[in-house]
C-alpha cells in the first residue's frame, strides 16, 4: 500500500513538472518567433517599393533605391561598350555592337531587379531576402538588339574557324577497295557563344570572350578500317537494279560502296536520299487519256496512266534488304519492283480510240550530249516528223518512206553524216540517232524486225547509255529500219526530245498480247586497232591550221540475240550482228598563205 502511494506522487510530480517545462519552452521560442518575424515585416516595410539590398546590376549597387532612381542611375553609370572581342588561338574577331544595333532597356533592368525578390512566393522571397544579404546578386542589363544580325556575324566567324571534316569513307581504285580513314572537324558552338555574348553584353563592359569549339571526330582506328575494307570488298562487282515500268535505276558496286557506314552499317541519310530522287521521278497523279486524230495522224495523244505514290519506307526496307543479301551471298546483281501504290483514272485509254491503242507496249532511250546545235535540231525535227504515226496490224512501218525527204529544203541543217565512208558534214546529220532508239523501242515492244543495219564504224552517241550494238543506220531509200506489226491492233508510234537534257525517247502504244522480249548482252570480239591518224594537205586553209574532219574508232564485232515469247513459246528470235569498221582520224594541215 505504501510502495503504491510512494508510485502515485512520483507520477504527479513528473506531471507537474513537464507542464511547467513545456510552457517555458514553449514561451521562449513564441517570443523568438515575434522577434524574427517583427524584424521582417519591418525590413520588408523599410524597403516597400524599393530594391532590396545586396542586388546590383551590371556592377552598379541599386540596394534600396526605387525602380524608378535605379533607372536614372543606370543610365548615367552605363556605357555602350564599343566593341566585343572574340578569340581562338591565333585569331581574334571584333563585334561593334554598332553592328548589331545594340542599346540597353534600364526602365526593364530595373524594374526586373525589383522583382527579383517579389515573385509572390512567401518563403522563397524570404530566402532570397536574407540569402543576398549574405552573398549579394549582380543582374545583368536587359539588352535590344538585332538577333539577326549578331547570327549573321556568328555565322560568318564560325564559317573562318570551322573545318568541315572527312567522314570516313571507301571506293573502287582499279578494282580494290580502298578506305579512307577521315580527318577530324572543329565545329564553333553556336548556341554556347551566343549566351556568352549575351551574357557580356549585359554587363556593359569591353570583354574578350574565348569562342567555343567542338572537335567533330568521326576517323576510324587501323582495325575499323580494315573491318570496314572486308564489308566493302563483298560488294565489288556487284549490283542492284531497282525496277518501275520501263524504267530501271541501276546502283554499281561504287555507288553501293557510297552507302556502307563503318560503324553502323549502311548510312540512313544516303539510302533515304536515293529513296527520295527516285520517289520525284516516279511519283504521278492520275492521267486521263488524250487521243485527236488528224488527217491519218495522231495530233495528240496522252495515254491513260494510273496514279503513282512510291511506299518509301518498304522501298527502303527492299533497297537494305537487297544490300544484305549481296553481301552474304555470291549473288552479282540483284533486282527488285519498286513498291508503289496506284490509282487509276476516271477514264482508260481504250475509251477515247476504237484502234485498239490500249497501253504502253514498248520504250526505248538515248542520249545524246555533246551533240552539235545543228545535229540536236535535226533530232528534233526527224522525232517530231515520226511521232504520232499509226501502223495497221500486218502492215510494215518503214522509218525512210514515214520520214520523207531529208534535206535542207524541208528544214534540215548540216551536220555530221557517215557517206561513201567518210565522215563529212550533210543535211540531216543526227538523224541515225531517230532511227536508234525507235530501233530500241521495237526491240522492248518483241516486234520482228524485217530490215534493220548497223553503222559503218562505232558511234560514240550511241553508247552514251548503252552497250555497243544496238544502234540503227538510215539514208533513203536504203539502208532503211522496218518492223511489221503483227499485233491485234493498230501500233501508235510517240516520240520525245528534250534538247535540254539530250535525251529522246520513243513509245509505242497498242494492245499487249502477252508476248515478252529478250534480249541477250551483247558481245564484242574481233578488236581492232584504228589506222594511224592520217594528215591531208588543204591550200584552202592557212599554213599552221589543223582541222579535224574524222575521228578514230575501234573496230568490232558485236552480237547479240532478241528472242520474243508468249505463253512460253517463243515467236520470233533473231540474231543481229554488227560488222564494225577500224575508223581513221583525219585531220587537214593548211598549206595556204596566212589571212
Not at 521562449?28 to 532590396?52: D, E, H, Q, V
Amino acid at each position: 500500500m505504501a510502495r503504491y502511494r510512494y508510485l502515485k506522487g512520483v507520477r504527479k510530480f513528473l506531471h507537474r513538472f513537464l507542464k511547467n517545462a513545456t510552457i517555458y519552452l514553449i514561451i521562449p521560442s513564441l517570443i523568438l518567433t515575434i522577434i524574427i518575424f517583427g524584424s521582417l515585416a519591418l525590413y520588408s516595410a523599410a524597403f516597400a517599393g524599393k530594391i532590396y539590398p545586396g542586388i546590383s546590376i551590371a556592377g552598379v549597387a541599386i540596394g534600396g533605391k526605387t525602380p524608378k532612381d535605379s533607372t536614372f542611375i543606370l543610365s548615367e553609370k552605363t556605357e555602350v561598350p564599343a566593341a566585343l572581342t572574340l578569340t581562338y588561338q591565333d585569331q581574334s574577331f571584333k563585334i561593334k555592337t554598332s553592328d548589331i544595333e545594340l542599346s540597353y532597356d534600364f526602365t526593364a533592368s530595373a524594374e526586373r531587379a525589383y522583382e527579383y525578390t517579389r515573385t509572390g512566393n512567401f518563403f522563397y522571397d524570404l530566402g532570397k531576402r536574407i540569402d543576398v544579404l549574405f552573398h549579394p546578386e549582380s543582374l545583368g542589363l536587359i539588352t535590344n538588339l538585332d538577333n539577326e544580325k549578331l547570327a549573321k556575324v556568328i555565322s560568318v566567324i564560325s564559317g573562318q574557324i570551322s573545318i568541315d571534316p572527312i567522314d570516313p569513307s571507301v571506293k573502287l581504285v582499279e578494282g580494290l577497295a580502298r578506305v579512307d580513314k577521315g580527318v577530324p572537324g572543329k565545329e564553333v558552338n553556336q548556341e554556347v557563344l551566343r549566351a556568352a555574348i549575351g551574357e557580356a553584353l549585359s554587363q556593359a563592359k569591353p570583354a574578350s570572350l574565348e569562342i567555343p569549339v567542338d572537335t567533330i571526330d568521326h576517323t576510324l582506328s587501323q582495325a575499323e578500317a580494315d573491318k570496314f575494307q572486308a564489308q566493302a570488298e563483298k560488294y565489288i562487282g556487284k549490283s542492284i537494279q531497282m525496277k518501275f515500268e520501263f524504267s530501271t535505276f541501276s546502283l554499281s558496286d561504287n555507288d553501293i560502296l557510297k552507302l556502307l557506314d563503318p560503324k553502323s552499317g549502311y548510312k540512313d541519310v544516303a539510302i533515304i536520299d536515293i529513296v527520295q530522287k527516285i520517289t520525284v521521278s516516279i511519283n504521278r497523279s492520275p492521267q486521263n487519256p488524250k487521243f485527236i486524230f488528224e488527217n491519218g495522224r495522231v495530233s495528240q495523244f496522252q495515254p491513260a496512266l494510273d496514279g503513282i505514290n512510291v511506299n518509301g519506307e518498304k522501298y527502303k526496307n527492299q533497297l537494305t534488304s537487297s544490300l544484305d543479301t549481296l553481301a552474304n551471298s555470291n549473288e552479282i546483281s540483284l533486282s527488285f519492283d519498286i513498291p508503289v501504290a496506284k490509282t487509276p483514272p476516271e477514264v482508260t485509254t481504250d475509251k477515247v480510240n476504237n484502234l485498239g491503242i490500249k497501253e504502253l507496249v514498248g520504250r526505248g532511250t538515248s542520249t545524246y550530249y555533246h551533240s552539235i546545235p545543228s545535229r540536236v535540231h535535226n533530232i528534233v525535227l526527224a522525232a517530231s516528223r515520226i511521232n504520232g504515226t499509226l501502223v495497221k496490224p500486218g502492215e510494215t512501218f518503214s522509218f525512210n518512206d514515214t520520214l520523207g525527204d531529208v534535206s535542207g529544203f524541208t528544214g534540215y541543217q548540216q551536220a555530221y553524216i557517215i557517206s561513201e565512208g567518210k565522215t563529212i558534214l550533210g543535211d540531216g546529220g543526227g538523224v541515225c540517232q531517230v532511227s536508234t532508239t525507235l530501233f530500241r523501242a521495237i526491240l522492248n515492244a518483241g516486234l520482228p524486225i524485217t530490215e534493220r543495219q548497223a553503222h559503218a564504224y562505232r558511234v560514240g552517241y550511241y553508247e552514251q547509255d548503252s552497250p555497243p550494238g544496238l544502234d540503227a543506220t538510215v539514208y533513203s531509200p536504203s539502208p532503211d529500219l522496218k518492223f511489221k506489226n503483227d499485233t491485234p491492233g493498230y501500233i501508235l508510234i510517240e516520240a520525245t526530245a528534250d534538247p535540254k537534257h539530250y535525251s529522246l525517247v520513243f513509245e509505242l502504244y497498242g494492245t499487249g498480247d502477252g508476248r515478252t522480249s529478250t534480249i541477250s548482252k551483247p558481245v564484242v570480239t574481233d578488236k581492232t586497232a584504228p589506222p594511224d591518224d592520217l594528215y591531208q594537205d588543204d591550200p584552202t586553209l592557212p599554213t599552221g591550221t589543223i582541222k579535224q574532219i574524222d575521228f578514230k574508232a575501234w573496230g568490232a564485232k558485236v552480237t547479240f540475240n532478241y528472242s520474243v515469247k508468249r505463253n512460253g513459246q517463243e515467236i520470233y528470235k533473231k540474231t543481229f550482228v554488227s560488222n564494225y569498221r577500224p575508223w581513221q582520224a583525219v585531220y587537214l594541215r593548211g598549206t595556204g598563205s596566212a589571212i
